[in-house]
T-cell receptor, first 114, second 114 residues
């Protein structure tokens, strides 16, 4: 049973527009959420995180929103750029992200078209 | 950001042989390192948690005698796949807990067992 779900395997967006990547989770014990970006044959690169005590965290073009009641988080990229094309993984932790499992979703492949 | 390296990046071996993968934190000390495995179109799955100076903790379903982990220093952890078989072919990724209690991932090692 998947505890972290990314229901869209792929997303295509025009350059300059907003990209919205969604993630749902089932475990109410998760208290820390992270987004990673991954290129083929490379390890994931940390993008942005959010603690369960917040509902929004922003870093440049990247914003993560957390809706605890819906057990849903999303990553917004504005404006989208061709270099953002990659697979994006949502991950969750019940240890503040520093120790223990990071439970990953299956990823969403984002394609940003020029 | 914190940098984690892995060596080798790609390895092909014959069935029955052993393969060692090194994971190094280059600019930070990692008391804890994690080893993940990713099969095609699947999530990254945690295999084991490696703590410097002590025995690794393995996730359910991961054979500790097959996947030997050694974390001899604060910057180096090794994963040895013993008597590798074709079903062990996968993408192996390590991570270290770095600044701001975030996991930083290595670039991964692609293992192909013939």
């Amino acid at each position: 049973d998947q505890q972290v779900k990314q229901n869209s395997p792929s997303l295509s967006v025009q350059e300059g527009r907003i990209s919205i990547l969604n993630c749902d989770y089932t475990n109410s014990m998760f208290d820390y959420f992270l987004w990673y970006k991954k290129y083929p044959a490379e390890g994931p690169t940390f993008l942005i995180s959010i603690s369960s005590i917040k509902d929004k965290n922003e870093d440049g073009r990247f914003t993560v929103f957390l809706n605890k009641s819906a057990k849903h988080l999303s990553l917004h990229i504005v404006p989208s750029q061709p270099g953002d094309s990659a697979v994006y993984f949502c991950a969750a932790s019940s240890y503040g992200g520093s120790q223990g499992n990071l439970i990953f979703g299956k990823g969403t492949k984002l394609s940003v078209k020029p | 950001g914190a940098v984690v390296s892995q060596h080798p990046s790609r390895v092909i071996c014959k069935s029955g042989t052993s393969v060692k993968i090194e994971c190094r934190s280059l600019d930070f000390q990692a008391t804890t390192m994690f080893w993940y495995r990713q099969f095609p179109k699947q999530s990254l799955m945690l295999m084991a948690t490696s703590n410097e100076g002590s025995k690794a903790t393995y996730e359910q379903g991961v054979e500790k005698d097959k996947f030997l982990i050694n974390h001899a220093s604060l910057t180096l952890s090794t994963l040895t796949v013993t008597s590798a078989h074709p079903e062990d072919s996968s993408f192996y990724i390590c991570s270290g807990v770095g600044p701001q209690w975030t996991q930083y991932f290595g670039p991964g090692t692609r293992l192909l067992v013939l």
